[in-house]
């Protein structure tokens, strides 16, 4: 052991140096605020906000009414993404068939079959809301609760508040899929204003998991690990001079980099999984695919990764090019529906769905009219919009909240995004009025100064 570590050793047993929750291990597991219901999250985020019109929100009047004008006092006040698009647009219906499965009787559509197969695993919240209408600010909204950057994402709030299983692994990962990167980039799993070891870290899903993580040629285990010793040597120096924060999470990165050369390699080779279990989340083992990040999510899961995160693009659809209802959206559908339920039934049969919470939506809705493109779309909607969510203390086989026949507003146990955040936490333990960080002299939260657990979710 060097002075630096011998130096920072003493100051840890007399309490002198103290960073919430530990300064020499912060990602190290604590203790929830009240027993957890669950352990982990992944979050399948479908990044443009897909139409929950055309996919769970079934809208028979919508459907006789379409092509009609919307009356006016629904768009009294509103303000949408493209208002020249939107100006004398048309009612639209939807063209897709909806029946009801499981013993609720849930709304799904035919887009989504595989879905509708584990409709009693899943509670489906219809009356979903939000406050930013445009997809940058709005996924920022949904991950850190303001449309401000500079703020912590859930899942580094998570990691701050309860720490990782895992040793070998990040706490909060990220895995991406589809044709572009989710509008606003890393900013939406940032740690804000949180010591940056809660950041996620951003996995490929195949080849290197993290470019250069590999050793160069000619550099032996016995030198990286002596260059690495050293190094850590004159940072615990400079933590105890300075007692910066960010100085033991560079400690924590260099070590956690240096473990994942061989634990990254290990998590991404999916060879040893059955054939059974490939064909059930639909996957091509020699193509990345949002499948793939699926049945990599519960690989990290089960290696005790707190917090993962898919990002799957692109769900918008305005009408325009590659942006189609016709097309583009039942592609998208088809590209995450099979692995979605997948990881659910996979979750379940290996004793995992109960304490690994999933997280299904985008960051809005999509409207009840129609934009004015070459093609058949809809705009950003704010006001009702569907998520789901399973395992991890969720009671499956429901639907939650009800919206106008136009589906239009929340008309019924409105689910604002303060309350998603608040019942997350609540799901993992945590209360969301107490997990916070003291910055610029004032207590910050994941939920600002709002949020009510849905209680109508816990089972």
């Known amino acids: 052991m060097g002075l630096g570590s011998l130096a920072l050793a003493s100051l840890l047993n007399d309490g002198t140096l103290h960073a919430a929750p530990s300064p020499a291990d912060p990602l190290a597991p604590q203790k929830p605020h009240f027993p957890p219901r669950a352990k982990n999250v992944i979050y399948l985020f479908m990044a443009g906000g897909p139409s929950q019109l055309d996919l769970f929100d079934y809208k028979p009047k919508l459907v006789e009414l379409n092509g009609q004008e919307i009356p006016k006092s629904y768009l009294e006040g509103k303000r949408f993404a493209f208002m020249n698009s939107s100006h004398g647009v048309k009612l639209l219906g939807t063209r897709r068939k909806f029946t009801q499965h499981g013993k609720a009787g849930a709304w799904v559509s035919d887009l989504l079959p595989h879905t509708a197969g584990i409709a009693d ?4 919240v219809t009356s979903c809301s939000t406050e930013l209408f445009n997809h940058a600010p709005a996924k920022l909204f949904m991950n850190t609760g303001s449309g401000q950057f500079g703020r912590p994402s859930m899942g580094a709030w998570v990691t701050y508040g309860l720490g990782s299983e895992s040793r070998d692994l990040p706490g909060f990962v990220v895995l991406q899929s589809g044709p572009r990167g989710p509008r606003g980039g890393a900013v939406n799993w940032a740690s804000g204003f949180l010591p940056t070891t809660y950041q996620g870290v951003s996995l490929r899903g195949q080849g290197e998991a993290i470019l250069d993580l590999s050793s160069p040629s000619g550099i032996t285990a016995e030198k990286q690990r002596s260059t690495i010793d050293a190094v850590r040597d004159l940072n ?8 910066d924060p960010e100085i033991q999470t560079r400690i924590n990165a260099y070590e956690m980099a240096y473990r994942m050369q061989s634990s990254a390699p290990e998590l991404i080779d999916i060879s040893g999984e059955s054939k059974a279990t490939l064909d059930l989340y639909g996957v091509d083992p020699k193509q990345a695919s949002f499948a793939r990040n699926c049945l990599l999510a519960r690989r990290l899961v089960e290696r005790g990764t707190r917090f993962v995160q898919l990002y799957h693009t692109n769900w918008d659809s305005h009408g325009g090019s590659g942006e189609t209802l016709e097309k583009d959206f039942p592609q998208r559908c088809a590209e995450i529906d099979q692995a979605c339920a997948g990881l659910i039934r996979d979750l379940k049969s290996r004793g995992l769905l109960k304490d690994t919470l999933v997280i299904w939506g985008g960051e809005f809705g999509r409207t009840p009219m129609g934009e004015n493109r070459e093609f058949t779309g809809r705009n950003h909607h704010i006001d009702a919009f569907t998520m789901w969510f399973a395992g991890g203390g969720v009671k499956g086989g429901q639907s939650i909240g009800t919206t106008d026949e136009l589906g239009f507003n929340a008309v019924e146990d409105r689910a604002h995004v303060h309350d998603l955040h608040a019942t997350v936490l609540h ?3 945590l209360d969301h009025t107490k997990l916070t960080f003291r910055f610029q002299g ?12 849905i209680r109508k979710m816990l089972a």
């Open 236 to 243: 615990l120096a400079h933590l105890v001079e300075t007692g």
């Open 427 to 429: 799901l993992l333990g």
């Open 121 to 124: 695993d899943i509670s489906i």
């Open 442 to 453: 004032r207590d910050f939260r994941l939920t600002d100064v709002h949020g009510n657990v």
